[in-house]
Structure formats: C-alpha cells, structure tokens
C-alpha cells in the first residue's frame, strides 16, 4: 500500500516560519508535490521536487530527500491568508498522478 | 479560477438515484483525474485518464462509473449510491508535474 504521514495541525504565529513535514513509503517514487487548500476551494499546487534539495518560490520552499524518503514544506514570513490545508502528494511514475497525504491544517494567529 | 470547470457544485441525490458528474477543462492537458476527498481522510484517487483511455481504477465500486468521451471533458456518473460515498469530488488535470484542480462537487446521499 502507499502511505503517506504529515502533522494533522500546525498553529503559529503570523510572521513567524513553519516547517511541514511529509514521510513516504509507496510502491514507486518519481516526485514530491505540496498542495494548498482553503476551505471550500481546490487544491492548488505550490511546489515539485523531482531531485534532493532545496526549492525556493517566494515565501515557500520545500525540500526532499529522497534516501530518507522525507520532504517538508517551509513557510516563512506567515500571513494571515496562509491559514489553509497543506498537502503533500507522491508521484508514483513519470504519468505523475498523485498520491496524497492527509493533509495538515495550518493555522495562523494574529 | 483554475482551468478545469467542475459542475454541478452541489448535489443532493437518494440511493435510488442515477445522476452524473461533469469535468471540463480547456488547458490542452492529456491527464485526468477523479479523486474523493472525505473528512479527516487523504484525497482518494479514483480514476486516471491518459488520452482518453482509462488508465487506473483504484478499486473503485462499480456504483462509480466513469466516461472521458474527448480529452477535455470527464463524467462520473453515479446510481445506487450509499450515505458514505457522500464527499467532495474533485476532478483534476495535468501534464507535468502540476496538477490542476476543479472546485469540485459537494456530493450528499440520503
């Protein structure tokens, strides 16, 4: 089976960095996507890492280690806005459809 | 807006019932997904389409039908359905390492 493990919640403070953190184990390993949700709207994407490393986007970043089956999500400078779901997702294979974590509820506090 | 049109965005149906899902989407992608999202679970992967042709069922019940009839656009259609297959369904796209989401439809069964 495909199994993917993340925190249920995470509270911080606005201003402060959170780091997300997403262990695997699946059948197969072509990527680590992270995922964004606010309630009541899609999914949205927000990063992909193919190879170890650090990605930068802005305020976000994420990284994985691929012999330590492990990634995690790093937001710095935290928004209000930035209150949402944050999900991690695998690809399996190259047609890269997704396997996706639970999700980590992300809340920030004035 | 995303790219990839979900409708109807919610929906009220009886087990006895017959009623469809429809996906839309006009970004050229060749991939498309249908996935479940319940409370407190991981988005479920159900169906995967490359081309127009099925790729992936995930164990899905046969109450779940689907049909890509061009690459734009993804049907579910549902009958007999039971209370706990009430969920959000999401349809998604992608080409690449970004997956693209519809706003989904709310799903209740009673």
């Not at chain 2, 006895?16 to 498309?32: D, F, P, V």
Request: glycine share 8%; proline share 4%.
């Amino acid at each position: 089976g495909q199994s993917l493990e993340q925190p249920s919640e995470v509270t911080a403070v606005e201003g402060a960095i959170v780091q997300i953190n997403c262990t695997y184990q699946t059948s197969g390993f072509y990527g680590l996507s992270w995922y964004q949700q606010h309630d009541g709207g899609a999914p949205t994407f927000l990063s992909y890492n193919g190879l170890d490393g650090l990605e930068e986007t802005g305020r976000f970043s994420s990284f994985l280690s691929r012999s330590d089956s492990y990634g995690y999500l790093l937001l710095q400078e935290l928004q209000m806005k930035d209150s949402a779901s944050y999900f991690c997702a695998v690809s399996l294979d190259s047609s890269y459809k997704l396997i996706f974590g639970s999700g980590t509820r992300l809340l920030v506090r004035p | 807006e995303t790219g990839v049109t979900q409708t109807p965005r919610h929906l009220v149906m009886g087990m006895t019932n017959k009623k469809s899902l429809k996906c839309e989407q006009h970004l050229g992608h060749n991939a498309m997904y249908w996935y479940k999202q319940s409370a407190k679970k991981p988005l479920e992967l159900m169906f995967v389409y490359n081309f127009k042709e099925q790729t992936e069922n995930n164990s899905v019940p046969s109450r779940f039908s689907p049909e890509c009839p061009n690459s734009s656009h993804l049907f579910l259609h549902l009958h007999t359905l039971q209370p706990e297959d009430s969920a959000l369904y999401l349809c998604a796209s992608s080409q690449g390492t970004e997956a693209f989401f519809g706003q989904g439809t709310r799903l209740t069964v009673v």
